[in-house]
């Protein structure tokens, strides 16, 4: 398979978890499931070099679990990629299903088709005995001649040991009317009428079908993540790229990568990686570690790599100290983007290989 179609296939983020989506050139659009980014209309989107973009859910479907996003970026440096034709499928062919599972890493699995219409729910899906798993939703099912035939879907339950998709043409339903979408805003497709519905409706104005509830309701942040976010703004980061989960964030402040995370549902970690210990002459480093005074955080080292960390019980959170649990955090980025050029310079350390240095 062409590896500049891979290129095509980005992680979305957000407050609730991650997922898969790719995009579609002809139409300048990333493709994803609705339920990936159900309650959001904002997300990141993440490119195999973990680069972040801002995008905007500006049409679903629910019924077809389909999303389309508006990304702020230029994409013309990727490839075209094309659809199948409805019927394209035969049990016994080759697919490749594309994406990040459980958030980690891109990853491909490859597998036969076991049905091309495979009825679920009322619905007719493409099962395959590749593996897919939670993360992999959203991202795009490919045939042996680089085209789109499904979008990921991981949701289905009792399914243990296949691998599901929604049909090319469930998709080809929801591009059709994405032609002159105004993409500042979110708007549904009324699955009866294929109506476009920008305002917030109970019912299509066009044909009076029934709307999901809620369906236009974004999903408040809780009070700590609010505070965290402040945080993470006042270190220059746009909290919705940072986003990376549940009370979860990660994003590079320079060249360090930085991520705050509560653990346990006790304590407050903020961390950065930020390099890796020389192979020859580590006593300097260790003694430099050892001898100087990095309160309020902590030096560690786990294998070859340096951490820069800060922890606290979510108990001494209190509103006599946020302010200064606020500075903390924020200073912790800022020493972490100095430490890892000072520990390359003075000791010869090696830059983490989560650093990035076209920002540093």
């Known amino acids: 398979m062409d590896q500049n179609i891979y290129k095509l296939v980005y992680k979305v983020t957000h407050a609730g978890g991650s997922g898969s989506c790719f995009y579609l050139k002809a139409y300048d659009l990333f493709v994803t499931n609705y339920h990936v980014v159900s309650g959001f209309h904002s997300v990141a989107l993440h490119d195999n070099d973990r680069r972040p973009y801002l995008a905007r859910v500006v049409l679903v479907n629910p019924s077809l679990d389909i999303a389309l996003l508006a990304a702020e970026g230029d994409f013309s440096h990727l490839p075209d990629l094309g659809l199948a034709s409805d019927d394209s499928l035969e049990i016994g062919g080759k697919v490749s299903v594309a994406g990040y599972p459980y958030g980690m890493p891109f990853t491909v699995t490859e597998g036969s088709v076991s049905s091309p219409k495979q009825l679920v729910d009322g619905k007719y899906y493409i099962q395959t005995d590749a593996a897919v798993n939670p993360g992999n939703s959203g991202g795009p099912i490919f045939n042996e001649r680089n085209e789109v035939v499904g979008v990921t879907v991981s949701k289905l339950s009792n399914a243990d040991n296949m691998g599901f998709g929604i ?100 304590y407050l970690f903020a961390v950065s990686p930020i390099n890796l210990l020389p192979k020859k002459e580590v006593e300097p480093v260790l003694d430099y570690m050892l001898s100087e005074n990095f309160s309020p955080y902590k030096m560690g080292i786990e294998g070859r790599q340096i951490y820069l960390a800060y922890r606290l019980h979510l108990s001494d959170l209190t509103d006599s100290s946020e302010d200064e649990i606020r500075r903390n955090l924020v200073n912790l980025a800022l020493r972490a983007d100095e430490m890892d050029n000072l520990m390359v310079d003075r000791f010869g350390c090696e830059f983490s290989e989560y650093s990035r240095q076209d920002n540093g």
């Open 167 to 266: 049909r090319v043409e469930a998709l080809r339903k929801l591009l059709d009317s994405a032609g002159g979408i105004d993409r500042s805003c979110f708007q549904v497709q009324c699955d009866s009428c294929d109506e476009l519905i920008a305002g917030e409706e109970d019912y299509c104005p066009s044909c009076g079908e029934k709307l999901p509830e809620g369906i236009f309701a974004e999903r408040e942040p809780s009070p700590f993540a609010i505070f965290c976010e402040q945080a993470i703004g006042e270190m220059g980061v746009n909290p919705v790229l940072a986003r990376d989960g549940y009370d979860s964030w990660t994003f590079h402040k320079g060249s360090s990568e930085i991520r705050i995370f509560v653990y346990d549902n006790t």
